[in-house]
């Protein structure tokens, strides 16, 4: 049996009725609200045959029609017709990321915020890779002759600041020679390449501060390691409960205790090798606590590079084209965001 166009437009019309209404989806429903110009008979016949293909499924004895999982892939691989953001969307975006978010972690959670406000889902941002993470540079602020305050900052908005021993010789000016030689050999570098040879090539050049470079690299070390893993942001968890999916209160403890393990959210949220949006569809999803959820996911980036993850988690009754554009829009307006704070 293959899929005809009278058949892609009852399993439309079945599914964009049952994301509005979480209710079963009727033949006479579908006749009365969609006009597709035929009889609720002939309905009634192609339902059954999209039932035999497994994109649609009765709940329970006579019931109406829901979508099944393989129905809500098929629909958003042929039949969702792709939306973007609104204008009035779009100015919301751009104006809460043109505020001066002085710090990597208030984008993040900026950008949480957003996902979730836009589209009633729970949102979940990964911060920046660790490993990816780069050193941008180092200052020193002298307080008196044998005291500094040195602070390091890195790709991830970072920032180390310590209080350092510098011997009583030691000018300004030397301090100024260090950072300004620490900053030209090692900006840009990841956590290995600054632990690599280059530092070697340090310790020739600044012979005579010896002391306060071996500290410096220490310190750097210290912000370019932070956290052992990627930081989670969450957002929205509250709207769980708006849907009626999760009434059943076992799903919703499932659910909740997932979203506690940020070691499972992370895997969930990289469970996708390729670059641009991914969607997760209930069954499809590895962990079995997600399987009543769908996730839309996508990678933002820095130059080119990816750093992190965004995306949304619903049901697996989500509006997967609005979702879809949020998180593309999301995605577009963090990287640039990102872009413009280290002035790449």
């Not at 040195?150 to 209080?163: I, Q, R, Y």
């Not at 632990?195 to 410096?216: F, G, I, P, T, Y």
């Not at 909740?256 to 499809?284: A, S």
Request: aromatic content about 6%; glycine content about 6%.
């Amino acid at each position: 049996m293959q899929m005809n166009d009278r058949k892609q437009k009852v399993l439309w019309a079945i599914i964009q009725d049952y994301v509005s209404t979480a209710e079963p989806v009727g033949s006479r429903t579908i006749a009365r609200k969609y006009d597709l110009g035929v009889s609720p008979a002939t309905i009634r016949n192609e339902m059954s045959d999209l039932e035999e293909l497994g994109l649609i499924e009765q709940p329970y004895t006579s019931s109406g029609r829901i979508p099944s999982d393989y129905g809500y892939r098929y629909f958003v691989d042929c039949l969702m017709e792709r939306e973007t953001l609104n204008p009035e969307e779009l100015q919301r975006v751009q104006q809460a990321m043109s505020e001066r978010l002085q710090e990597v972690n208030s984008i993040m959670q900026q950008t949480t915020n957003l996902l979730a406000k836009l589209t009633n889902y729970t949102a979940v941002v990964l911060g920046p890779q660790v490993g990816k993470t780069t050193f941008q540079q180092i200052h020193f602020f002298p307080l008196m002759p044998t005291k500094a305050v040195v602070v390091v900052v890195t790709s991830a908005g970072v920032m180390e600041n310590k209080l350092l021993d510098i011997p009583e010789s030691m000018t300004p000016e030397d301090l100024q020679k260090v950072s300004a030689l620490i900053n030209e050999r090692l900006q840009g570098l990841t956590m290995a390449q600054v632990r690599a040879s280059l530092c070697l090539e340090l310790n020739e050049a600044l012979k005579k501060q010896k002391q306060v470079l071996s500290r410096s690299l220490e310190l750097i070390d210290e912000a370019l390691l932070g956290e052992s893993e990627e930081r989670v942001f969450l957002g929205g968890t509250m709207n769980i409960f708006k849907q009626p999916e999760f009434k059943d209160v076992e799903k919703l403890q499932t659910l909740l205790g997932i979203l506690e393990q940020h070691h499972t959210v992370r895997e969930l949220m990289h469970d996708n090798p390729e670059e641009g949006i991914h969607i997760k569809i209930g069954t499809e999803n590895r962990h079995e606590g997600f399987r009543n959820c769908s996730m839309v996911t996508a990678s933002y980036q820095l130059d080119g590079e990816v750093l992190g993850v965004i995306g949304l988690i619903g049901p697996t009754r989500m509006e997967y084209s609005k979702s879809i554009a949020v998180v593309e829009g999301l995605t577009e307006q963090l990287s640039a965001a990102l872009k413009k704070m280290f002035n790449r």
